[in-house]
């Protein structure tokens, strides 16, 4: 018994260590008005304040490397400048962003009517289009045997 | 240290419109949703039906409070036909903004502005304050204004996490959108010239989760 309860605590230790999320974590380097360059987590705590971003950076940098974070470096501006990730495990392949879905509720419909609704017309969208392709197939293949059958004529007439 | 108040929710991902609602602008205003949403963002402007009880003024205050990132046209600074005088509308909510990321909350200091106009320099005749801001021209142009948008916004995403699409590639899924528009309107008797911004905001969102961007 305590021999399968432990072969089923090592299987669920392997699994979970297999299927570990990537979950990024960020430092940031950024300028604050009067502080100067600061360098804050993700949740906007102020860690350290420095004079310049080069000296900013030369700090956060090995504390993200120590970590395995990704240092976002901004300009003055606030817009990023830089990534710089030091995560060192296998990272899965970068997704197209998720959609985010307004707060407020449709005015005079419902979201699943709108939903619906655009369900039939991408559906009669791809109809449309994969006959199009249909009968553009259907003309080439026409017009290959056309070509094939004046070919055969003209060889029979050589001979 | 300073301690951060709690941030709004969705924080890192609102995107604060500040535009004219007119009837020319509407094609620039559909354009811009549509890129904002399809880079993964929310859209948040003063057509936003929550908060109806509240003034325009605290309603746009809220909404630009619980956005990061905002948008400023400011290209509308022409004479009225009837009254002969110019709006202030944008340019007052763009003060607002730059206020709030100067003397609000710790984690307002990292706003992120972009401001729009039609001419590149033209704002240096009227706003001559704003040097520093680098507004960027659209010249009225629905594919210049989606590929600001986009530029604008790449740098926010994670390189390493998520995919950002190409500026002619979100243009291109933009026409297809509007191809079908007049479908979705039929479908419920809306008047493709007068929607209400929260069908409007749906149907761009159920239309972008139904059309993803391929991952590969």
């Known amino acids: 018994m305590a021999k399968n309860s432990a072969a089923n605590k090592n299987s669920v230790t392997a699994r979970s260590k297999r299927t570990k999320k990537y979950v990024p974590k960020y430092l940031h380097v950024a300028y604050r008005y009067p502080e100067g360059w600061i360098i804050h987590n993700q949740n906007y705590r102020t860690l350290s304040t420095h004079d310049t971003r080069r000296e900013a950076v030369e700090v956060a940098r090995p504390l993200a490397k120590k970590n395995e974070f990704t240092l976002v470096i901004h300009r003055r501006d606030n817009r990023v400048m830089k990534w710089e990730s030091y995560y060192r495990g296998p990272k899965p392949p970068p997704q197209p962003p998720k959609v985010m879905f307004p707060t407020d509720p449709p005015r005079t419909t419902t979201v699943e009517a709108i939903d619906r609704a655009i369900m039939e017309i991408i559906e009669e969208r791809r109809n449309k289009e994969a006959k199009k392709i249909e009968v553009s197939e259907r003309v080439v293949r026409r017009s290959k045997s056309q070509q094939q059958s004046k070919v055969g004529l003209k060889s029979a007439s050589q001979r | ?216």
């Open chain 2, 1 to 216: 240290m300073a301690k951060p108040s709690r941030l709004p929710a969705n924080y890192e991902r609102n995107v604060f419109i500040n535009c004219p609602f007119d009837d020319e602008y509407k094609s620039l205003f559909y354009a811009i949703v549509f890129a904002v949403n399809d880079l993964g963002f929310k859209v948040k402007c003063a057509k936003d039906e929550s908060n109806a009880g509240k003034s325009r003024i605290e309603k746009i205050r809220d909404l630009i409070a619980e956005c990061k990132f905002s948008i400023h046209d400011i290209s509308r600074v022409d004479l009225d036909s009837v009254n002969k005088l110019p709006r202030f509308n944008m340019p007052f909510e763009l003060g607002l903004d730059l206020g709030c990321r100067q003397y609000g909350k710790s984690y307002h200091q990292g706003k992120v502005v972009l401001v729009l106009e039609t001419e590149q320099y033209r704002y240096q005749k009227y706003i001559s304050d704003l040097a520093g801001c680098d507004p960027v021209a659209h010249h009225d142009c629905e594919e210049d204004v989606i590929d600001h948008v986009r530029n604008w916004l790449r740098m926010a995403l994670d390189p390493d996490s998520e995919k950002t699409p190409s500026g002619s590639l979100i243009y291109q899924r933009y026409q297809q959108f509007q191809v079908d528009l007049p479908s979705l309107c039929a479908s419920f008797n809306w008047n493709a010239n007068n929607l209400p911004f929260s069908d409007f905001a749906w149907s761009v969102a159920r239309w972008i989760a139904r059309n993803p961007i391929p991952s590969t």
